[in-house]
């Protein structure tokens, strides 16, 4: 049986990373910034920790209910920007919420498996599952950027 | 009457392969109700109520005859009819007005948790505000509201029951009429929110006994925008208004207002014109089709789809007993959004999410589900074509497992 566009939204590496979530469950400590994110309508809900040092993501943890997509992005995410200096995780953030939208993107930074979520342009009703953990993450580093608002 | 000529008053219909099972969440428009509405801003296009000049004569006359098409629909008088944007707003001007004129601390009120958000989420502001109690019949196990649940209930200290007639969740029709018997007798007001009941089967106010009842324009076959609070005139007439201005009063002094006798006092501003006179478009062309044609169509769907549903494996039902078009299910392991994309691709509409219910979400123990809903315009190939899409997200998912 042909699926057609439906092939490329789900691509195995997104189902791959909802049945098997990278970096789920949440850790406890005051050194965690955190953000909690809802789509009321759909009822994803999704809730970000991250650590940083020196001005390097050091650590991500992500926890919540959803869709295959909105669950699985949470996952590659967490996975795409480990290690990555702040700016630079802002680069990839940008980017992809062009290419989710099916607009320009730059295509020569590297947003390792955030890349396979291109098919999710020609499905706009799947958008905000799509960014729900992309949006978490820029709240959580605008947090980071007041230190008294852990 | 034959489905398909039904069909071609439709455009979608008419014109796409859409298999459109999302009625619940609204219906589509025909021709009729379309042209009336055009009709409105082309040939008139003036304001009501004030002008003297012939075309806002007219525009009041189409205005006030859809009021009367209304009340003569739903069996009440003519000034029991309030205009509003919808059955949300009905719902929340009778909590607002009268919840919170009349409702004291230590009141109760009765809803439930198969309630829209609109019926019950005025109240729980009411009881927040005033103090009052807000109590919810136990469901049964299917999650109906029974008689028998109800009176568990039901006490001196019941002041309001604000109930559905039908469920936009589960389909399921509310035992109303003795509801209303027993509320009466401990002198409670009824509050009845029949967006879901009012476009499927033919409504009586009178025989129902109810206080208040609400319903919406874009269910019916009429444009967004316009609903309808019907309330007992003694009721509407004692009522305070909850919004002030043009239109709605008598006479106006610096420090004082009298304002116009129900329903008018209720409706200021210049009003949704269009969707009033496409209203009582969509009345008459629910009433030309029938409902006894409405009733039998939406039956023989239902069994239809039911029979089709459970031949097939890995499908939740969660309301087999449902008594109406609607139908909530879930493919086991796949979230309903997902579900819904793959139907979506193969031209099916339908609703996935918590269908404004999410009191009953935490009862099924379910995030969200998925909600066919039908009306007259259906027909089989819509239902073989959800199935057939049905299948397909249980094998592309499979694929995953």
Known sequence: MSYGNLETLYRQVIMDHYKNPRNKGLKSGEDYYQVHLKNPTCGDDLTLQIKVKNNYITEVHHDGSGC??????????????????????????????????????????????????????????????????????????????????? | MDVNEIRQDFWVLANSSLAYLDNAASSLKPKPVIDMIN????????????????????????????????????????????FTRGASSALNLVASSLGMNEIKAGDEI??????????????????????????????????KITVENFKKVLSDKTKI??????????????????????????????????????????????????????????????????GVLYGKYEFLQSMEPIEFGGDMIDYVGLQEVTYKDAPYKFETGTPLIAGAIGLGGAIDYLLNIGFDFIVKQEEELRTYLLKEMKKLSDITIYNPTTETGIIAFNINGVHPHDAASVFDED????????????????????????????????????IDKLIKAIKKAKSFFAQFM
Request: hydrophobic letters at 40%; proline letters at 3%.
């Open chain 2, 110 to 143: 009765i809803t439930s948790e198969l309630e829209h958000h609109s019926s019950m989420l005025p109240w729980q502001n009411v009881a927040r505000i005033k103090k009052a109690k807000l109590v919810y019949v136990p469901l049964n196990e299917e999650k």
């Open chain 2, 39 to 82: 009709h409105y801003y082309r040939d008139l296009g003036v304001n009501i109520h004030r002008g003297v000049y012939r075309l806002s004569y007219e525009a009041t006359d189409l205005y006030e005859k859809a009021r009367q098409k209304v009340a003569d629909f739903i069996n009440c008088k003519f000034e029991e009819v309030v």
């Open chain 2, 161 to 226: 029951v604000a109930l559905n007639y039908v469920s936009n969740a589960m389909g399921y029709i509310t035992p109303i009429k003795e509801i209303i018997n027993l509320a009466h007798e401990k002198g409670a007001i009824v509050i009845v929110d029949a967006a879901q009941a009012v476009p499927h089967q033919s409504v009586d106010v009178k025989a129902l006994d109810c206080d208040f009842l609400a319903f919406s324009g874009h269910k019916m076959c009429g444009p967004t925008g316009i």
């Open chain 1, 68 to 150: 295959s997509i909105s669950m699985s992005a949470a996952s590659v995410m967490s996975e795409t920007i480990m290690g990555l200096k702040i700016e630079d995780a802002k680069k990839i953030i940008d980017n992809y919420l062009h290419m989710v939208k099916g607009e320009a993107y730059d295509a020569e930074i590297d947003m390792g498996d955030a890349i396979v979520y291109q098919g999710v342009s020609q499905f706009p009703a799947r958008f905000k599952c799509a960014t729900i953990a992309w949006n978490a993450l820029d709240k959580v580093l605008e947090k980071h950027k007041v230190p008294d608002e852990k």
């Open chain 2, 347 to 382: 031209d099916v509409a339908i609703r996935a999410g918590h269908h404004c219910a999410q009191p009953l979400m935490h009862c099924l123990n379910q995030i969200a589900t998925i909600r066919a809903s039908l009306y007259f315009y259906n027909n089989k190939a819509d």
